[in-house]
C-alpha cells in the first residue's frame, strides 16, 4: 500500500506550548489529507481536511485557531496544536488517498501535554 | 444514534475457529465502506474495501447489504495474528465524499 509518514512519532511538552506534526506521502502526490485523533479506548475522530494549496476544512467543534493545518505541497501537509493543554493529549493521526477513497495512515503521534 | 455502530465485543476465540463482526451505517449516502484493523497504540491499516454486495480475500470475507445498511465481516480459521481492534468505517458520501466516519471498534482477542 501506500507510504505514509508522520513526524515526530512522540512528543511530550509543557502546557502552553505549540507542537507541529508533519504527515508526508512519500511516493504518491496528495491533494487531500486528513486528520484525526484518537483518545484511548475511543475509534478515530476527523478533525479537519487538508487541501493542497487551499484552507483547511474543520469539523464542527475543532477549532481552527488551535489546530493550524498547512498543506503546503502536494506531498505534505502540517497540523500545529497551538497553546497545547493536557486535554489535548491525544493520538494523532494523518491520512492520504491515493485512489478513490482508500485512505492510508500515517504511524500517528502521540501527543503528551504536561 | 452514531452513524457507524459496531457489535461491542469483546470477542474471545480458540485459534482455528470463525469469528463475524457487524455493523450498520445510518448515513444512507455512504457509498463505499471498509474495515480497518487496527493494533494496540499503532495507526490503522486497510484490510478490505468494500464497494458492492461483499468482497473475499483469503480468510477474511466482508459483505454489504445497502438495504439493511449493514456491513458484516468474518474471518475463518482465526490466528493468533488476527489478535485486534476491527474497526467499521463509511465513507461519508454526497457532498462529503472523501470523509470516513470510524465505528468504535470490536476488539478480539485469539487465544491458542
Known amino acids: 500500500g501506500a507510504v505514509v509518514s508522520q513526524h515526530p512519532s512522540r512528543v511530550i511538552c509543557k502546557s502552553g506550548t505549540s507542537v507541529k506534526i508533519e504527515c508526508r506521502s512519500l511516493d504518491f502526490q496528495a491533494t487531500t489529507m486528513f486528520w484525526y485523533r484518537q483518545f484511548p479506548k475511543q475509534s478515530l475522530m476527523l478533525m479537519a481536511t487538508?487541501?493542497?494549496?487551499?484552507?483547511?476544512?474543520?469539523e464542527q467543534g475543532v477549532e481552527k485557531d488551535k489546530f493550524l493545518i498547512n498543506h503546503a505541497s502536494l506531498t505534505l501537509s502540517t497540523l500545529t496544536v497551538t497553546s497545547a493543554h493536557p486535554e489535548d493529549s491525544s493520538f494523532y493521526i494523518c491520512s492520504a488517498s491515493l485512489v478513490g477513497d482508500t485512505q492510508y495512515f500515517g504511524p500517528g503521534t502521540r501527543l503528551t501535554v504536561l | 444514534r452514531k452513524e457507524v455502530e459496531q457489535d461491542p465485543g469483546p470477542f474471545n476465540v480458540p485459534e482455528g475457529a470463525t469469528v463475524a463482526f457487524n455493523c450498520t451505517y445510518s448515513n444512507s449516502a455512504s457509498q463505499s465502506f471498509f474495515w480497518y484493523r487496527q493494533d494496540c497504540r499503532k495507526e490503522p491499516k486497510l484490510l478490505m474495501s468494500v464497494y458492492s454486495s461483499g468482497n473475499e480475500d483469503g480468510r477474511f470475507t466482508a459483505q454489504l447489504n445497502r438495504a439493511s445498511q449493514y456491513i458484516s465481516l468474518l474471518i475463518r480459521d482465526s490466528k493468533l495474528s488476527d489478535s485486534a481492534t476491527y474497526l467499521c468505517?463509511?465513507?461519508?458520501?454526497?457532498?462529503?465524499?472523501?470523509?470516513?466516519?470510524f465505528g468504535q471498534g470490536t476488539i478480539l482477542t485469539v487465544h491458542p
Open positions: 468505517v463509511a465513507n461519508a458520501g454526497g457532498t462529503s465524499y472523501g470523509k470516513l466516519t
Open positions: 487538508s487541501n493542497e494549496g487551499s484552507k483547511a476544512t474543520y
